[in-house]
């Protein structure tokens, strides 16, 4: 895998890091590899645990690369067909809640779009207080956010809160993300990783029975259904094929320096409001 | 329309001003008013979104005007028929989540019983910090609440705490009330205005097409089943036309001063207590 | 009753303490008498409300005792049958959230295992700000926790942090526990009697039948299905019949103190990580 490194402390406990290029864009490759790595973890007799970091301390991933074309992404395929039978990023997407091993986001850094949703799908998130940022800018450029952050964040947030995130696609710092339960806690940038290695440590100890019996009673209260991550795919795709201004302030965010390291992607909730915002009235 | 002020800062965006006697109390007219209103942001192509506040700091809206004669509420009735074909009151509060247009109630003041459930049927809730108190004091005189506060309180604040609020009848300020996730936040007085009116602008700027869309997607993982507002009215109005004690605390807290501004609305949470608490023991 | 309590302050107005032991544990006749105080709620026609205490201040309810063998524990009978045909301790648990009586739990010093599920079990849940500490420790010997903290914890804390809490089995004290939801208030230790006395007496001046008729509204949106609680419950059984790590664990912890007043007691999450966590790696 060339953008995910997997580091085993032990058989039991892994850690996976994304670093692919200066900000962590997602891309179909990241979704590929993700796809194996989670064959892996649905596999391996031992693992209990996995925490999914980033190399990059201020992008964990930054959203998906707007680039690709919308024809590419709809035409997304695995060499072995997907387990699920769903496309490959809802695959990856809905398969991430199902694992028999506890997964872990560790979030330094931005985490928007699909970012933010590879994190709501991860079981549980810690995050660091001085450099996590959260957002669903999707609806700043025209597009419904199509990877399942329609279905946990309203679980997770509540109905109000999780309307001002993907309504609104402001950014949201880690601690605004933890008030209103986007993560489960913000850390001081300094002790996060002590935390979460010894958190991973004391779940590594445990029987692998055990985890996967509590993560299906878990599941039975709180795992959204297929139908919502499909629908919001589907309504994803149909957004980014209408044209329409969205396209437009895309193309602009892109001309002011979207996609690479810089003002617009470190204050992105900003910027999508100074192009969206409207002035007279 | 008499009670309630509109104003279309542009085509996109509107404020809906409640200004109905000194306290803003909210009676069958008021109802009317807001089915009318209903309609045209269901059929109007531009508006995005609107911004429900109250003409009276110290009130956003006190309560349902209880001096209505119960016959009189049972058989309201708009012109033409209700949209939804429920009792106009539970079909302007279900069909305020279904609205093809944000709607953020912006606080200040007390909202109690229909008051904080027309807040709560908004998608969206910010708060004056100082000002906004929320309550649902029904069951201090005898009443279930009918609203659908019994729909969207377990669902915002979860079971231990909805059941606190309901069971109990008292007041939340408005920092107690972002605790609970009663409100998304609550915001110093001084800024309340400019922040609810920066977020509004930039919803403004979006996409209706895609605004629709991402509140369709939220709508099913949240929206309560209309059956539970039924079920509610139902035990209102069984409730009210009920005698027992709760009519004479009705009746005392009337000749109190309730329904004028004063001392008793100010703090009717506590006013609540001193007729009900049981004293020996 | 031998290890509850009952004082009925009024007519209306109940406490019941438990008191058993040097740490309160949790065994089948604790289960009986709480079937028979349930029976006794269920059927006076006057009591509105009842707060669950301790009498010890370092102990709420400890845990379950885990020296009791499991085919006493599976074989457990009340004598008349249980209410709703389940196995007594689900019986009782389901029953708490249907009673027509309101439940509230003052909590000081532990509560875990199915001492903190016993107080989900509770309409509502107050706690000691200084003494209060939750956990669902069972994960660290093996087991799945088997009362109703998975349905109850994913719906009050939402999916990420009910996993935190379940798969990681650590102590949880009063403040994090209020701001994950677990409690509805973490209280100063010196005001938290006051608060719920006039908590319980506001509600006590309340009709009966409204209390009921909010209770099975608020029981529409929140109260898990009992298909829940029934597959947990299988899951204890399966877990802790199962030979494996855990059962030595649970031996190493008995070794060192556990189910006495002490050290592992008063730090059980702590001493959970320290015979489960993996060193190497």
Same sequence: chains 1, 2, 3.
């Avoid at 001309?255 to 910027?271: C, T």
């Amino acid at each position: 895998m060339s953008q995910i490194r997997v580091q085993k402390h032990t058989a039991r406990y892994w850690t996976a890091t994304f670093d692919n290029g200066p900000i962590n864009l997602m891309n179909p490759a990241t979704v590929y590899e993700l796809d194996q790595l989670l064959t892996s973890l649905e596999t391996d007799p031992e693992v209990r645990v996995i925490v999914f970091d980033s190399a990059n301390p201020d992008f964990f991933i930054a959203h998906w690369d707007v680039t690709t074309p919308g024809a590419v992404v709809a035409g997304m395929k695995t060499e072995s067909g997907t387990r699920r039978g769903m496309h490959p990023h809802a695959d990856v997407q809905t398969r991430l809640g199902r694992l028999p091993v506890v997964t872990i986001a560790a979030i330094r850094g931005r985490a928007r779009g699909a970012g933010s949703e590879f994190a709501l799908a991860c079981d549980i998130r810690f995050a660091s207080r001085e450099r996590a940022v959260f957002g669903q800018f999707e609806v700043g450029v025209g597009a419904v956010a199509g990877g399942g952050s329609t279905a946990h964040l309203p679980r997770l947030l509540g109905r109000g809160r999780a309307f001002e995130a993907l309504l609104g696609g402001d950014d949201f710092p880690a601690e605004l993300a933890e008030r209103y339960g986007w993560i489960n806690r913000a850390l001081p940038d300094a002790e996060l990783d002590t935390f979460v290695d010894a958190f991973a440590r004391r779940i590594a100890g445990y029987e692998k029975e055990v985890i996967v019996e509590i993560k299906e009673l878990v599941n039975r209260a709180t795992l959204p259904p297929d139908e919502e991550f499909l629908a919001a795919l589907k309504a994803f795709f149909a957004s980014t094929t209408r044209p329409g201004p969205g396209r437009a302030r895309l193309q602009a965010l892109l001309e002011s320096g979207l996609q690479q390291d810089g003002e617009v992607e470190r204050h992105l909730g900003a910027h999508v409001a100074l192009i969206s915002a409207e002035k007279e009235g």
